[in-house]
């Protein structure tokens, strides 16, 4: 004979089609630099937080800092007590969360399930529809700190979200909660979101350092003085006018100046030669497409940025 399954606390279950309340008990599986702040935010909106899971201490320290006076429980109590279980634990580890609360029966018909992640949409979260609770995927395009500055900075942001059709007016309403404003990811287009995100985001974190590296190299103190107002500018430009806000050496097709940088690059930063050839020719390939740079002046520097690509591939 199975086991009798055991009592819940929190919300009874409601058929899946049942309206929810307009203020719902929200519960936060994962009280990271995302999930704190969203739970922060939806309970700035009305909504009450009645749960929290937080294993690691910088977790614990975001709960009290955010959420104080929530209380920390166990993922599955969390599910148990909350109308919409935010789910907001890193991408690989997501569909382990999902799983493991489904089998453990702390999922309910008419729960609303959401997850945070970019590179996941709905198929992660089957075995929560499999017992019937209502699934979104909302991921808040945004950078967290996971401090109470990121709080103003929601104001105005977008979010991918994925739902199913008969669910898009209560994602609509959750982001709106938030402050946002829903960008509509099909399915199959959430690892191509995720990764656009990703390569305008932390590789640009990645190529700011690089260039401060550089200048430190080139026995500049403070090179974030040198390149604050010269970044703002280009990324100003570059969200304004596209490709033609292009500038430098390779938009010119400064062929001897870019053998110049990548001799000097070789000599004392061998590390950064690779991305500098890559980003010089993807850039070069957007310049011509633009028409900002002819083909004919971009044969030689084409021709140093593939003799420089064999030898680093030698």
């Known amino acids: ?67 104080p006076g929530v209380p920390r429980r166990s993922a599955t109590a969390v599910a148990r007590a909350a109308d919409l279980l935010l ?52 991921h808040p395009a945004m950078t967290f700190t996971g401090t109470p500055d990121d709080l103003p900075r929601l104001a105005g942001i977008s979010y991918g979200v994925t739902a199913p059709a008969e669910l898009r007016p209560l994602a609509a309403r959750l982001v709106a909660d938030l402050g946002g404003v829903p960008e509509w990811i099909a399915e199959p287009d959430r690892p191509l979101y995720h990764a656009a995100l990703a390569h305008g985001a932390n590789h640009l974190v990645t190529l700011v350092n690089e260039a401060a590296d550089r200048l430190r190299d080139a026995g500049v103190e403070q090179p974030e003085k040198v390149l604050a107002p010269l970044l703002r500018a280009a990324l100003e430009n570059a969200l304004r006018l596209g490709d033609d806000a292009l500038t430098g050496p390779v938009s010119r097709g400064d062929a001897g100046t870019v053998e110049r940088h990548l001799a000097r690059l070789g000599a004392v930063a061998p590390e950064s030669v690779a991305p500098y050839l890559a980003l010089a020719r993807r850039t070069a390939d957007r310049a011509i497409a633009a028409g900002r740079l002819r083909p004919v002046d971009a044969e030689s520097l084409l021709g140093v940025l593939a003799g420089s690509a064999r030898e680093v591939a030698a």
Request: charged share 15%.
């Open 1 to 67: 004979m199975s086991a009798s399954p055991r009592p819940r606390s929190g919300p009874a279950a409601r058929p899946a089609d049942a309206p929810l309340p307009r203020n719902l008990s929200v519960g936060v599986v994962g009280a990271g630099r995302v999930g704190a702040v969203l739970g922060a935010a939806f309970a700035a909106a009305g909504h009450r937080v009645v749960a929290a899971a937080a294993v690691s201490g910088a977790s614990r320290a975001r709960l009290a800092l955010l959420l």
């Open 87 to 138: 789910v907001a634990v890193p991408d690989d580890a997501l569909a382990g969360v999902v799983s493991g609360l489904a089998r453990s029966g702390a999922l309910r018909t008419g729960q609303v399930v959401a997850h945070t992640s970019g590179a996941h949409g709905l198929s992660v979260l089957a075995p929560a529809v499999e017992v019937g609770a209502r699934t979104l995927a909302l």
